[in-house]
């Protein structure tokens, strides 16, 4: 078995801020994904990556950077940060094949912006 | 576009009874299809998944259908329990790129007992 594990799992920020989230997954999968989870509006998807240093623009992407400079890591960057946002941002893995069973997710990073 | 569309929640049911949580889709491809479970606390984790047409898929109790012809992946439990308090998520991911998973807006369910 393997694990994803995403810090922080709380993220306090300031309108206008930079914040940068890390995600790390043991499995040695190759795809690696950040979704954003808000009421009522499911999983989006920001950013996905096939491969080290690879990236590709999900639905989201717009005000959000990603980096994926090692196959077992994947940071989100929020470039500036929106007063009152409030969300829960999912790191996720999987194999990168036609016959890919599942997503493994970690449990989220909460944000909420003052 | 490509899209799920599913029931609204919140549900709130009590032990014992059933459950349908209808999950519509649109797409010209020819998807494969899923349903995740969010348990509090917790990411969400893969029910089960039905690749084919008029197949139907299932877990824990949990079943679903998926029908071409209506476009539908109807989820069903014919007595549900507490402990399946969570969100339920349903999923399509197409041939043209199968590395991506797009997800409907999440109905949450809760049992009452």
């Known amino acids: 078995g393997g694990i994803i594990t995403q810090t922080p799992k709380f993220l306090i920020g300031q309108e206008g801020q930079k914040l940068t989230l890390k995600c790390q997954q043991n499995?040695?999968?190759?795809?690696m994904y950040w979704y954003r989870q808000d009421s009522g509006k499911g999983l989006r998807l920001i950013y996905y990556?096939?491969?080290?240093?690879?990236?590709q623009k999900g639905d989201l992407s717009e005000g959000y950077d990603a980096s994926r400079e090692k196959k077992s890591s994947f940071s989100l960057t929020v470039t500036s940060a929106q007063k009152n946002e409030m969300a829960v941002f999912l790191c996720?893995?999987?194999?990168?094949?036609?016959?890919?069973?599942?997503?493994?997710f970690g449990h989220g990073t909460k944000l909420s912006v003052l | 576009g490509d899209s799920v569309t599913q029931t609204e929640g919140p549900v709130t049911l009590s032990e014992g009874t059933s459950l349908t949580v209808n999950c519509s889709y649109e797409t010209k491809q020819y998807p494969t299809l899923f349903w995740y479970v969010q348990y509090p606390g917790e990411g969400p984790q893969l029910l089960f998944k039905?690749?084919?047409?008029?197949e139907k898929g299932s877990n824990r109790g949990f079943e679903a259908t998926y029908n071409k012809e209506a476009t539908s992946f109807h989820l069903q439990k014919a007595s549900v329990q507490e402990s399946d308090s969570a969100v339920y998520y349903c999923?399509?991911?197409?041939?043209?790129?199968?590395?991506?998973?797009?997800f409907g807006s999440g109905t949450k369910l809760t049992v009452e007992p």
């Open positions: 499995f040695n999968h190759d795809t």
């Open positions: 999923a399509l991911r197409l041939m043209s790129n199968y590395n991506v998973l797009y």
């Open positions: 039905v690749p084919k047409a008029n």
């Open positions: 996720a893995s999987s194999i990168a094949h036609y016959s890919n069973e599942r997503l493994f």
């Open positions: 990556s096939i491969t080290e240093n690879d990236l």
